[in-house]
């Protein structure tokens, strides 16, 4: 039986397996040539950068206000492409279903090619490679009464799919451009933030100048120790840096609030060196160090018998992490089964442990502002307790502890974007 040639061309979409062409092989030349381009691109972009960075010279509170500026972009351009990538899953869902719709009814939709073609002018489109053209043939075929009476039903219906299938891939193309185009900011926006992040540590090293033997210390002191209490307790006694840091929190008292307030305006001095806010008082005021989605609460079972002493939360791969509060780092590096651990003495008998990076780009000792950049999320989970649920995000765990007891952060989180404290 010999197929009509509408027929024939719907039957032509079906997939086969040919040779690579020349054309083909065209596109592959250019897509790695345009690898190249990207590739030179962000090398240019990072010379750019220096370059800048190099122009703050010694002024550390411009330094300090690009870091936490450039890191809060990271974050937002983080969001908007989650957003996106949600907003187009339901849209990819439904496009695969009424493609699925239309491909097992190829009998009927020949049968409708087919009685266009008998009455047409012309040959319709392949009706799965262009659907906007197979559509406007139908609505053409109709309004002139082409379609016979028996076939109008279906017809009918037929347009209606397509006219959806054409609307979801308009939109579709819409939010994958937003997406290309925030994709592109990202990687420019993480280029020169981790610039900003080399100098940053390049004039700490300076003023520290054995950072990098008191990080070998550190992380031989760790092993003696089997809690986050006695890790805290080891470096804040043992390590000259810790323990310096340690001092600084204790000694300089808390903050002056206005009219029992904090004085949320002490935020806005990139150069400050103690902490702007109390700890104590900042309730409700912090943003949480990385954008995702809470998957365990504090006080809730840790699936082990226990209970969580914190909050985990599941993120994107390669996520920008920031400190939510001001700190003196006096622990970072690889601990137990929390993977790569930060530990920030807030002030107050305050303590802030964020643990599950895959890497961490401050230093013990050093003094960090709300909302600067401390560590960047790796592609799976780091944290042995979140490993054991078959986790295949990355998660960031969160604890508070007040004079060495885990307390609930809850109170602390702001509840709204508006209500988030930033440097």
């Given amino acids: 039986m010999s197929l009509t040639p509408a027929a024939a061309q719907v039957a032509g979409t079906a997939p086969q397996t040919t040779a690579a062409s020349p054309d083909t092989i065209k596109q592959r030349a250019q897509e790695l040539e345009a690898t190249r381009a990207q590739q030179k691109s962000a090398a240019e972009l990072q010379e750019k950068f220096k370059a800048e960075i190099a122009a703050i010279g010694q002024d550390r509170s411009k330094l300090n206000q690009q870091l936490i500026d450039i890191a809060a972009q990271v974050r937002g351009v983080e969001t908007r492409i989650g957003d996106a990538e949600a907003r187009l899953l339901p849209l990819d869902s439904r496009e695969q279903r009424i493609r699925g719709s239309l491909d097992s009814r190829r009998s009927e939709i020949m049968e409708v090619l087919a009685a266009l073609q008998r009455a047409g002018r012309r040959t319709p489109p392949a009706l799965l490679v262009r659907p906007e053209d197979a559509l406007q043939s139908l609505r053409t ?20 799919d397509l006219s959806e299938l054409v609307a979801l891939r308009k939109a579709i193309a819409t939010e994958r451009d937003k997406l290309a185009v ?26 520290e100048k054995d950072m990098e033997a008191e990080g070998a210390r550190a992380i031989t002191l760790s092993r003696q120790v089997d809690s986050l209490q006695g890790l805290i307790a080891k470096m804040e006694q043992d390590l000259a840096s810790a323990a310096k840091a340690a001092a600084a929190a204790s000694l300089q008292g808390a903050p002056a609030t206005l009219n029992g307030k904090p004085n949320l305006g002490a935020l806005k001095d990139p150069a400050r060196m103690t902490p702007a806010i109390a700890f104590a008082s900042a309730k409700g005021l912090f943003a949480m160090p990385v954008n995702g989605v809470k998957i365990r609460e504090f006080g809730g079972s840790d699936g082990a018998g226990g209970v969580e002493k914190g909050i985990s939360l599941a993120t994107r791969a390669g996520a920008q992490v920031t400190t939510p509060c001001d700190g003196w780092v006096v622990y970072a590096g690889p601990f137990r089964s929390y993977g790569q651990l930060l ?19 401050v230093n013990i000792g050093q003094f960090v502002l709300t909302g600067e950049p401390v ?9 042995a307790s979140i490993l054991a649920t078959n986790a295949s995000q990355p998660v960031l765990y969160v604890e508070f502890r007040k004079d060495g007891t885990p307390i609930d952060p809850g109170p602390w989180w702001a509840a709204n974007e508006g209500e988030k404290v930033r440097g």
Avoid: C
């Avoid at 990202?186 to 700490?204: G, I, N, S």
């Avoid at 560590?375 to 944290?383: D, E, L, N, R």
């Fill in 343 to 361: 530990i920030l003495n807030a002030g107050g008998g305050y303590h802030v442990l964020i643990a599950g990076m895959e890497r961490i780009s």
């Fill in 182 to 207: 925030d994709r592109d900011k990202l990687r420019d926006d993480q280029t020169r933030l981790a610039a900003l992040v080399e100098e940053r540590q390049r004039k700490q090293s300076s003023i």
């Fill in 141 to 160: 075929a109709m309004l002139l009464g082409s379609v016979v009476p028996e076939l109008r039903a279906r017809a009918e219906k037929l347009a209606e």
């Fill in 375 to 383: 560590a960047i999320m790796g592609t799976k989970s780091q944290v």
